[in-house]
């Protein structure tokens, strides 16, 4: 397991490590990790899937928009994608102490480089993404990820779209909507993966899919 800078793995100073302006070193972390996978022969980036929820689910959205030739599928839960509205949206300015606050243009100026929705662009191609939220969520609003959704449709991106009329944050309000879900997210990493690994990375990396994951925080 990959335990990247933000996180409390390692106490509070690796947490305090990406905070605020620092935090674009999370993101760097989790590339580095997906970068050394295919420099060691584990995977390839056509067959590599990643999985994350919340925060985890911005940090999908990061990588989508800053590091999209690493991986071959995104799958975002629940996720914070537009970093200028976020603190205005439900549960959004408890976080600011994290984040930082859009409202200042100290702040903005470094949440601006990184927030997804303001960093998509038509090329270069991203991998397949879907994105999965809840109308229901009541701490991180599920504009985040229509947003998401259209503007990435706009610029001709391959994105799919679920959401769930109850759940909240879990975006399932029981154990048979946890199971679809999951089965939803699986099954679209198993199809979107096999589609983009071209024969002479299988022959080099076998069938090997892999993925790395990112639990809801």
């Given at each position: 397991?990959?335990?990247?800078?933000?996180?409390?793995?390692?106490?509070?100073?690796?947490?305090?490590?990406?905070?605020?302006?620092?935090?674009?070193?999370?993101?760097?972390?989790?590339?580095?990790?997906?970068?050394?996978?295919?420099?060691?022969?584990?995977?390839?980036?056509?067959?590599?899937?990643?999985?994350?929820?919340?925060?985890?689910?911005?940090?999908?959205?990061?990588?989508?928009?800053?590091?999209?030739?690493?991986?071959?599928?995104?799958?975002?839960?629940?996720?914070?994608?537009?970093?200028?509205?976020?603190?205005?949206?439900?549960?959004?300015?408890?976080?600011?102490?994290?984040?930082?606050?859009?409202?200042?243009?100290?702040?903005?100026?470094?949440?601006?480089?990184?927030?997804?929705?303001?960093?998509?662009?038509?090329?270069?191609?991203?991998?397949?993404?879907?994105?999965?939220?809840?109308?229901?969520?009541?701490?991180?609003?599920?504009?985040?990820?229509?947003?998401?959704?259209?503007?990435?449709?706009?610029?001709?991106?391959?994105?799919?779209?679920?959401?769930?009329?109850e759940g909240g944050h879990g975006a399932a309000a029981n154990n048979e909507q946890r199971a679809f879900?999951?089965?939803?997210?699986?099954?679209?990493?198993?199809?979107?993966?096999?589609?983009?690994?071209?024969?002479?990375?299988?022959?080099?990396?076998?069938?090997?899919?892999?993925?790395?994951?990112?639990?809801?925080?």
């Amino acid at each position: 397991m990959a335990n990247i800078r933000g996180g409390g793995e390692y106490g509070p100073q690796w947490h305090r490590a990406a905070l605020r302006e620092n935090r674009t070193r999370a993101y760097e972390d989790f590339a580095a990790v997906a970068a050394d996978l295919v420099a060691r022969g584990i995977t390839t980036p056509a067959q590599l899937g990643i999985e994350g929820g919340s925060n985890g689910g911005l940090l999908m959205g990061v990588m989508l928009t800053r590091y999209p030739a690493l991986f071959g599928a995104v799958v975002a839960h629940v996720p914070v994608l537009d970093m200028r509205r976020y603190h205005r949206l439900l549960a959004g300015a408890s976080w600011m102490a994290e984040y930082g606050d859009p409202d200042r243009a100290e702040d903005w100026a470094y949440l601006r480089e990184y927030s997804p929705y303001h960093n998509i662009c038509s090329e270069p191609a991203y991998p397949a993404v879907l994105l999965v939220t809840s109308t229901r969520d009541d701490r991180v609003h599920p504009g985040h990820a229509r947003k998401m959704a259209a503007r990435l449709r706009e610029h001709g991106h391959d994105v799919s779209y679920y959401e769930n009329v109850e759940g909240g944050h879990g975006a399932a309000a029981n154990n048979e909507q946890r199971a679809f879900v999951w089965a939803l997210a699986l099954e679209f990493l198993w199809r979107k993966l096999a589609e983009a690994a071209v024969p002479e990375q299988r022959s080099r990396a076998g069938d090997r899919r892999s993925a790395l994951v990112v639990e809801p925080t």
